[in-house]
């Protein structure tokens, strides 16, 4: 059984910053994909950021500039920095995993943006 498990997310005002991490753990035997989405309320989950095993990325238009996204294949980890964070980018996060070919998600975590 795969678990992913996602830690970082809270409260910050306009313009700081914040750190997501996500871990996954169980009978891991390949992993492909690693990334975050997100969703707002009223709005369809969307992706914010993939990172490749070979460290290839993908971003966002919206988040380009301020987001990066990293892994750790050794450790099974993928965390997303996000800096100059606006109001649009509240939502809950979501991480992803493609693992042996499956997808698996962690439980989402909140990102609040406000003054």
């Known amino acids: 059984q795969v678990q992913l498990v996602e830690s970082g997310g809270g409260l910050v005002q306009p313009g700081g910053s914040l750190r997501l991490s996500c871990a996954a753990s169980?009978?891991?035997?390949?992993?492909?994909?690693m990334g975050w989405y997100r969703q707002a309320p009223g709005k369809q989950r969307e992706l914010v950021a993939r990172?490749?095993?070979?460290?290839?990325?993908d971003y966002a238009d919206s988040v380009k500039g301020r987001f990066t996204i990293s892994r750790d294949n050794a450790k099974s980890t993928v965390s997303l920095q996000m800096n100059s964070l606006k109001p649009e980018d509240t939502a809950v996060y979501y991480c992803?995993?493609?693992?042996?070919?499956?997808?698996?998600w962690g439980q989402g975590t909140q990102v609040t943006v406000s003054s």
């Open positions: 990172i490749t095993s070979g460290g290839s990325t």
């Open positions: 992803h995993a493609q693992i042996s070919f499956r997808n698996y």
């Open positions: 169980g009978s891991i035997f390949a992993i492909g994909f």
